[in-house]
């Protein structure tokens, strides 16, 4: 399946994106139902820019008979209300849930959207302080790529935390929340639906595009390991297709996380220095991952530091 | 100490100049007037001359990672000799001087490494000063940006948990009167202190090291003086000349709570031949 989803795409000439209590009229996002009452709208490839409202991640919404959860609302506040015109074309249930499934800007900014719908703002325990370390810095780098695109972006702290592990009822369905251990951030959220056996793995999970380490690169391992455990029919990446197969899905990443760790590790043995590790490590995954020089120098740098430390 | 009152005064005299040039790119013109501020600040009128045959000032032209950028001084032969102390400037840091590094007689000063956080494109000045008070200067342009407000540490509990941790790595083996280069790393979160805290509308405290004294059988090796502009979990490369057969490479650290760390490693002496 492409990066772009087989829905169709409607454009209204008559967009506007306003922050405040105006009425706001957004084309809809274009959304795939990848499994009954699951729908997912995939992000591009690309770095955050005007160009794309940093609509640059998998996000989307479960719905149950009591209600909506939106997991992930979305790069910026004009994806955010795109995303709630999407969902109310497709039900009038209320949205009593959104899950922040970790820190990163392009899956939390489009958070302040929700609050006119009182719903739950869901994330790991260690999300607030992550928040606390970084909100500043993102609103910052967020205005300086995306422009006047990004007015009305905010941070939304969760009101509701998770620690290890919660089920949240839908009314007709139970959606299990986890929280994992240090892995592509410190506060990663992933999501289990029981109905349909669907694996939300969020960024957890990329395909095709080259994942990124902000956490810890031994323990993301570890956490992929023990989920491709989980029996499910299907996964939901944070980046790539809207749809996968599990855990077939999760070996690529596998590849190229080991690759960095023991790479990364070797060097630090050979007494490599940290700025010219990345001409060493894992070499052989570049043409195999969309965006490869934009983010395997600062990977290996962030692996190098994590394990200079065993 | 005069040295860290200056560090923040620099501090203040910059963040006043830049607060009206706001989204310019500044040119060679205005780069020029900062480093003449700068250098007034930290030596007064004292003649500056160029150390291109002196001194080696080695880092990325462009960054991978702003918050942890790689930067070494090379001191030559003739240098290594008279060198006293060593300043890295980084122009348009917050905080710009980076660090101050202090030789002492154990010291072999042919190379330190340290990593920065560089918060803008900016020029590097590495500037050496002589034991007769001479002063000798190298540049070099980077583009980096974002390392001053960048975020820490991925895992946080963890920083937490092992903060104050040392590690002391020594390459090749040591011979007594024969130089040895060492790596020492820390970790600790060197919080600038210019990060907002979201969610209470406060600013993050700044908690950074203040200063790194190294010494090897009791002889001093290298005091590195330092605030906002090194890297969270410091990180230094230096050589030591063992002066004894048999010692221990101590290091003692000091931050901006009063926290107070010190370790010692044996350093394995081979027999001479």
């Given at each position: 399946m492409?990066?772009f989803?087989?829905?169709?795409?409607?454009?209204?000439?008559?967009?506007?994106?306003?922050?405040?209590?105006?009425?706001?009229?957004?084309?809809?996002?274009?959304?795939?139902?990848?499994?009954?009452?699951?729908?997912?709208?995939?992000?591009?490839?690309e770095?955050?820019?005007?160009g794309?409202?940093?609509?640059?991640?998998?996000?989307?919404?479960?719905?149950?008979?009591a209600?909506?959860?939106?997991?992930?609302?979305?790069?910026?506040?004009?994806?955010?209300?795109?995303?709630?015109?999407?969902?109310?074309?497709?039900?009038?249930?209320p949205?009593?849930?959104v899950v922040?499934?970790?820190?990163?800007?392009?899956?939390?900014?489009?958070?302040?959207?929700?609050?006119?719908?009182?719903?739950?703002?869901?994330?790991?325990?260690?999300?607030?302080?992550?928040?606390?370390?970084?909100?500043?810095?993102?609103?910052?780098?967020?205005?300086?790529?995306?422009?006047?695109?990004?007015?009305?972006?905010?941070?939304?702290?969760?009101?509701?935390?998770?620690?290890?592990r919660?089920?949240?009822?839908?009314?007709?369905?139970?959606?299990?929340?986890?929280?994992?251990?240090?892995?592509?951030?410190?506060?990663?959220?992933?999501?289990?639906?029981?109905?349909?056996a669907?694996?939300?793995?969020?960024?957890?999970l990329?395909v095709?595009?080259?994942?990124?380490?902000?956490?810890?690169?031994?323990?993301w391992?570890?956490?992929?390991?023990?989920?491709?455990?989980?029996v499910?029919?299907?996964?939901?990446?944070?980046?790539?297709?809207?749809v996968?197969?599990?855990?077939?899905?999760?070996?690529p990443?596998?590849?190229?996380?080991?690759?960095?760790?023991d790479?990364?590790?070797?060097?630090?043995?050979?007494?490599?220095?940290?700025?010219?590790?990345?001409?060493?490590?894992?070499?052989?995954?570049?043409?195999?991952?969309?965006?490869?020089?934009?983010?395997?120098?600062?990977?290996?740098?962030?692996a190098?530091?994590e394990?200079?430390?065993? | 100490?005069?040295?860290?009152s200056?560090?923040?005064?620099?501090?203040?005299?910059?963040a006043?100049?830049?607060a009206?040039a706001?989204?310019?790119?500044?040119?060679?013109?205005?780069?020029?007037?900062r480093?003449?501020?700068?250098?007034?600040?930290?030596?007064?009128?004292?003649?500056?001359?160029?150390?291109?045959?002196?001194l080696?000032?080695?880092a990325?032209?462009?960054?991978?990672?702003?918050?942890?950028?790689?930067?070494?001084?090379r001191?030559?032969?003739?240098?290594?000799?008279d060198?006293?102390?060593?300043?890295?400037?980084?122009?348009?840091?917050?905080?710009?001087?980076?660090?101050?590094?202090?030789?002492?007689?154990?010291?072999?000063?042919?190379?330190?490494?340290?990593?920065?956080?560089?918060?803008?494109?900016?020029?590097?000045?590495?500037?050496?000063?002589?034991?007769?008070?001479r002063?000798?200067?190298?540049?070099?342009?980077?583009?980096?940006?974002g390392?001053?407000?960048?975020?820490a540490?991925?895992?946080?509990?963890?920083?937490?948990?092992?903060?104050?941790?040392?590690?002391?790595?020594?390459?090749?083996?040591?011979?007594?009167g024969?130089?040895?280069?060492?790596?020492?790393?820390?970790?600790?979160?060197?919080?600038?202190?210019?990060?907002?805290?979201?969610?209470?509308?406060?600013?993050?405290r700044?908690?950074?090291?203040?200063?790194?004294?190294?010494?090897?059988a009791?002889?001093?090796?290298?005091?590195?003086?330092?605030?906002i502009?090194?890297?969270?979990?410091?990180?230094?490369?230096?050589?030591?000349?063992?002066?004894?057969?048999?010692?221990?490479?101590?290091?003692?650290?000091?931050?901006?709570?009063?926290?107070?760390?010190?370790?010692?490693?044996?350093?394995?002496?081979?027999?001479?031949?």
């Open positions: 492409g990066l989803t087989s829905g169709a795409w409607v454009f209204s000439p008559l967009l506007f994106a306003l922050a405040g209590p105006c009425v706001v009229f957004a084309a809809p996002l274009a959304v795939t139902e990848i499994a009954p009452g699951i729908y997912i709208h995939a992000g591009v490839a770095e955050a820019s005007a794309n409202d940093d609509a640059i991640a998998n996000i989307g919404f479960i719905i149950g008979d209600g909506v959860m939106v997991v992930d609302p979305g790069g910026s506040a004009v994806e955010g209300e795109k995303l709630r015109e999407a969902i109310h074309a497709v039900t009038d249930r949205i009593r849930y922040l499934t970790h820190v990163h800007p392009d899956h939390i900014f489009g958070a302040a959207t929700f609050r006119a719908d009182h719903a739950e703002f869901i994330g790991h325990a260690r999300l607030p302080g992550a928040l606390a370390q970084r909100g500043e810095y993102y609103i910052k780098t967020l205005h300086r790529a995306l422009g006047d695109a990004a007015a009305g972006s905010e941070i939304v702290t969760p009101t509701h935390l998770v620690a290890a919660e089920a949240v009822d839908l009314g007709d369905r139970e959606v299990e929340i986890r929280a994992h251990g240090p892995a592509h951030t410190d506060n990663d959220l992933t999501l289990f639906d029981r109905r349909t669907t694996l939300w793995l969020s960024d957890l990329f095709e595009r080259i994942p990124a380490i902000d956490g810890s690169v031994v323990g391992i570890e956490e992929l390991e023990e989920m491709t455990h989980v499910a029919q299907r996964a939901v990446p944070g980046h790539g297709p809207p996968v197969a599990w855990p077939a899905a999760a070996e990443e596998l590849r190229y996380l080991r690759a960095v760790r790479g990364t590790r070797l060097a630090i043995r050979e007494n490599i220095d940290i700025a010219e590790a990345p001409r060493h490590v894992a070499l052989e995954e570049r043409g195999k991952w969309l965006l490869f020089d934009d983010y395997h120098a600062r990977n290996v740098t962030t190098y530091k394990l200079e430390w065993e | 100490m005069r040295l860290r200056n560090l923040l005064a620099i501090a203040a005299l910059l006043a100049s830049f009206g706001a989204s310019a790119e500044p040119d060679e013109a205005t780069r020029a007037a480093w003449a501020d700068l250098r007034g600040q930290l030596f007064g009128d004292r003649v500056i001359e160029d150390g291109a045959d002196l080696a000032l080695e990325p032209d462009r960054a991978e990672d702003a918050a942890i950028v790689p930067v070494r001084i001191i030559a032969g003739g240098l290594r000799r060198i006293d102390r060593l300043y890295l400037v980084i122009d348009d840091n917050p905080s710009p001087l980076a660090g101050r590094f202090a030789f002492g007689p154990a010291a072999d000063p042919s190379e330190i490494a340290i990593r920065v956080r560089v918060d803008d494109y900016t020029y590097l000045h590495a500037v050496a000063e002589t034991k007769n008070r002063l000798y200067a190298v540049a070099r342009f980077i583009k980096a940006a390392g001053c407000s960048a975020p540490g991925k895992d946080q509990a963890l920083a937490m948990q092992r903060l104050g941790q040392m590690k002391l790595t020594t390459m090749g083996s040591a011979h007594v024969e130089p040895l280069q060492a790596h020492f790393l820390l970790s600790h979160p060197n919080s600038s202190g210019m990060q907002m805290d979201q969610v209470s509308r406060n600013y993050i700044a908690d950074f090291v203040r200063s790194v004294r190294v010494r090897y009791g002889t001093p090796v290298l005091t590195l003086e330092s605030d502009s090194i890297s969270e979990d410091p990180s230094l490369t230096f050589a030591f000349v063992p002066n004894a057969p048999a010692g221990e490479i101590e290091v003692v650290v000091e931050d901006s709570s009063n926290r107070h760390f010190e370790q010692s490693w044996p350093v394995k002496i081979e027999p001479a031949t």
